[in-house]
């Protein structure tokens, strides 16, 4: 399946972070949001990837789990992915929030939160991209 060849995926850039991302979802259930956290390394490749399940409103981003897991991998930078299964790829205030909470919990541990991005069927919308990071 597609999550298990998404460790080494170069993750340089919107396109490629939005396929590897939409990828990774064609595999969840649509119905339930799903956050995705993938590790990056000097050259932006995914060194470690970890996916938090919610429920049909919310998923939880747990912020030590992330940070210790970076800690562990020696990552050089995060970028987030979740679905809406609204339909809609706006932001949440919420979703906007938590960005910058991690943002500045991140660049305290020099890891540099390069995007977030929301998925919903064929839209995307990233947060980086909007001046949200």
Known sequence: MFQQRAE????????????????????CDPRREHLWVAHLDEQDRCIHLTRF????????????????????????????AHNHPSGDATPSASDCALTRRLALVGEAMDVALLDHLVLAGSECTSMRSMGLI
Not at 57 to 75: K, N, W
């Open 8 to 27: 080494s995926f170069l993750l340089n850039g919107l396109g490629p972070a939005r396929h590897f991302f939409s990828g990774l979802l064609a595999e």
């Open 53 to 80: 399940d919610g429920g049909d409103g919310e998923a939880p981003l747990p912020f030590r789990e992330v940070v210790a897991d970076a800690a562990v991998h020696g990552s050089v930078g995060i970028v987030l």
